[in-house]
T-cell receptor
């Protein structure tokens, strides 16, 4: 079964450093997303991306965050200057709007620890 | 009022029991309703998806939606130890952005 692949599985970074989280969505999917889950809290929407541009972003997705699809397969989330409160699981997801409606396929996540 | 409320209390049931989970929501724009299963340190995995009021069955799983009461449920029949996981309700309007509940940790005891 097709999968959304995320790397690395765990990243430790110092506060103030930049991190890039990487994702390879399912190849025939058109919509891409980033969500995050702080330990013990809800999964929260960060951003959606379609046709090479951001289609929607949440209030969490401020200027320190950016997304990019640098080639035909990768989808990245960059956090420019990490803060302690950015520590969370970050999930990439994708879907094809024409089939399965709004059912996403999520990756296994990147655990980001900011120290 | 929170958009999606899911009582996050853990649930322990004996093998073979029926598991009943539910969520309420406040946003009338929500049209699509999903249940995800999440194993420890893994991403959410789509279990059930529906967009109309009523019941939808898939094997041992039944999703129920009552749009008039803004209430959705998931039932797991003949529960198995392999069903032990966290179950998340999620919903969206037409904007393709999911709002999740907090999740219920379910433990099925052999």
């Amino acid at each position: 079964e097709p999968e959304v692949t995320q790397t690395p599985s765990h990243q430790v970074t110092q506060m103030g450093q930049e991190v890039i989280l990487r994702c390879v969505p399912i190849s025939n999917h058109l919509y891409f997303y980033w969500y995050r889950q702080i330990l013990g809290q809800k999964v929260e929407f960060l951003v959606s991306f379609y046709n090479n541009e951001i289609s929607e972003k949440s209030e969490i997705f401020d200027d320190q965050f950016s997304v990019e699809r640098p080639d035909g397969s990768n989808f990245t989330l960059k956090i420019r200057s990490t803060k302690l409160e950015d520590s969370a699981m970050y999930f990439c997801a994708s879907n094809r709007l024409e089939e399965n409606g709004y059912g996403y396929t999520f990756g296994s996540g990147t655990r980001l620890t900011v120290v | 009022q929170k958009e999606v409320e899911q009582d996050p209390g853990p649930l322990s049931v004996p093998e073979g029991a029926i598991v009943s989970l539910n969520c309420t929501y406040s946003n009338s724009a929500f049209q699509y309703f999903m249940w995800y299963r999440q194993y420890s340190r893994k991403g959410p995995e789509l279990l059930m998806y529906t967009y109309s009021s009523g019941n939808k069955e898939d094997g041992r799983f039944t999703a129920q939606v009552d749009k008039s009461s803004k209430y959705i449920s998931l039932f797991i029949r003949d529960s198995q130890p392999s069903d032990s996981a966290t179950y998340l309700c999620a919903m969206s309007a037409r904007n393709n952005r999911l709002a999740f509940g907090k999740g219920n940790q379910v433990v099925v005891i052999p």
